[in-house]
């Protein structure tokens, strides 16, 4: 017998995604040829005991689970199009609770001009949402994982670490609602993405689990290792205090907690200037971060290089302090 935890999340996965899935390569989205352009199809789940911690609202929530569905389709530099549903619910849930849900899941949907098509709804033990997206975008501009190379310049948008932030502000007990409002402050970077991509992003992902996490993923499916310079990484401006609050290092809060949907991409050595005016112009804010090679992933930090063993969140494995 093999239990799931002895494998963690990407070790399960593995197993399945290499004996069950043909002509798909590990992405944000499945991508399926629809004459010059791929359709991109996606789902993900949010469950109430991993992902909703006490005090959740239900339009937090609902906001949310839009949110990392759509961030899913941004990854790939992708227009979110379609989205289905499929609910398990305990009995005792309030009618108010879910039509809460729903107008701020919709909201959310309505921003990003995609259309709810329908669901499916099930009595369980325990509350799941689970969503499926549906998008499309040109092949040329369809930022794919397999698109990495080495020699690349790495960026991110945004900062990184606001949600690890609020989640220690809540688990401290140094502010429950500015915790919350942190943790689920992510946005899908729907149209960062397709600028990025527009000018010149090659590989993409979203970070729902994290940077380090994201990178050793990549490392292990793709090869392609990271060199990362710590003082670049753009933390957020609630990471010194979690840092305080926590005893965690800055780098560890913006970097090996999860939960941002703020995208990691490459860009060629040769493209840097025009792409840099580029996000400039457009208002996008983008931080060089680094560059990929054919090495382990390693951070520079006080002084020397370290390679990164922190992995980050990950299903089915002990959860960080
Ligand atoms: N149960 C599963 N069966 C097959 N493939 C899976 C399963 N779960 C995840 N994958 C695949 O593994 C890759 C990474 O998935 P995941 O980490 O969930 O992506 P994301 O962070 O974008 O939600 C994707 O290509 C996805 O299709
Ligand atoms: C109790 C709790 N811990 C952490 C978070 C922040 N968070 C949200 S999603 C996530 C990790 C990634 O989630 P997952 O469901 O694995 O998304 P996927 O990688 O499939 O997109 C984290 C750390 C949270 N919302 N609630
Ligand atoms: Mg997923």
Known sequence: MVALSSLGERGIIDRIFSRYVKGQSKDDCAVVPAGRDYL???????NESGHFPDGTTPEMAGRFFAT?????????????????????????????????????????????????????LKQGQSNVFSGTIIGRQRKSLTTLRSRIRKGQLVAVTNTLGEQASGYIFYKHGYSRSLGLKLLFSAEPRVKEALKIAEHGAQFMMDLSDGLFSSIAQVKHDYGIGFKIVGDDIPAGKHVDKASFISGLTR??????????????????????????QAMEDEGISVTFIGETWDGDNIIFENGSWRRITQQGYEHFMPKPA
């Open 40 to 46: 991109l199809i996606s789902t993900d789940s949010l």
């Open 68 to 120: 990392v569905n759509l961030s899913d389709i941004a990854a790939m530099a992708g227009i979110p199009l379609y989205f289905v549903t499929a609910y398990t619910l305990r009995e005792d849930v309030d009618m108010d609770y879910l039509e809460r849900f729903e107008e701020s899941m919709s909201r959310q949907l309505r921003r990003f001009h995609t259309e709810l098509l329908g669901g499916d």
């Open 251 to 276: 780098t560890e809060i913006a970097c090996n907690f999860g939960g941002e949907y703020e995208l990691l991409f490459t860009v060629p050595q040769a493209r840097y200037r025009e792409f840099a």
